[in-house]
Nanobody, 122 residues
Framework: EVQLVESGGGLVQPGGSLRLSCAAS????????IGWFRQAPGKEREGVSA????????HYADSVKGRFTISSDDAKNTVYLQMNSLKPEDTAVYYC???????????????WGQGTQVTVSS
């Protein structure tokens, strides 16, 4: 059974940083694409960043390029999202996602974590 458990959310001031973690079980990063989505109040869920299982290349939404970095630790089966230069518009619930052999797709949507709240406010 695939399980994804996020942690690391919280309240941060504009310009600050947070690192989200996603502890994954029941899967191998060699076979699963891993990603992060977010959903702000009143807005649709959107893809933030993802790691392809096919070529291990990271992908980023235009809104976070240059500020967010996705990485993985295979030994810990954990994926991270380092978020720097945070803005109020980054406020959302952040979800870790995974999908088996996504191929040429970018955004994994098969499995979802429970989400972690990130609030950027002064």
């Amino acid at each position: 059974e695939v399980q994804l458990v996020e942690s690391g959310g919280g309240l941060v001031q504009p310009g600050g940083s947070l690192r989200l973690s996603c502890a994954a079980s029941g899967l191998s990063f060699r076979d699963y694409a891993i990603g992060w989505f977010r959903q702000a109040p009143g807005k649709e869920r959107e893809g933030v960043s993802a790691l392809s299982s096919r070529d291990l290349m990271p992908h980023y939404a235009d809104s976070v390029k240059g500020r967010f970095t996705i990485s993985s630790d295979d030994a810990k089966n954990t994926v991270y999202l380092q978020m720097n230069s945070l803005k109020p518009e980054d406020t959302a619930v952040y979800y870790c996602t995974a999908e088996y052999r996504l191929g040429y797709g970018i955004w994994p949507t098969e499995y979802w974590g429970q989400g972690t709240q990130v609030t950027v406010s002064s």
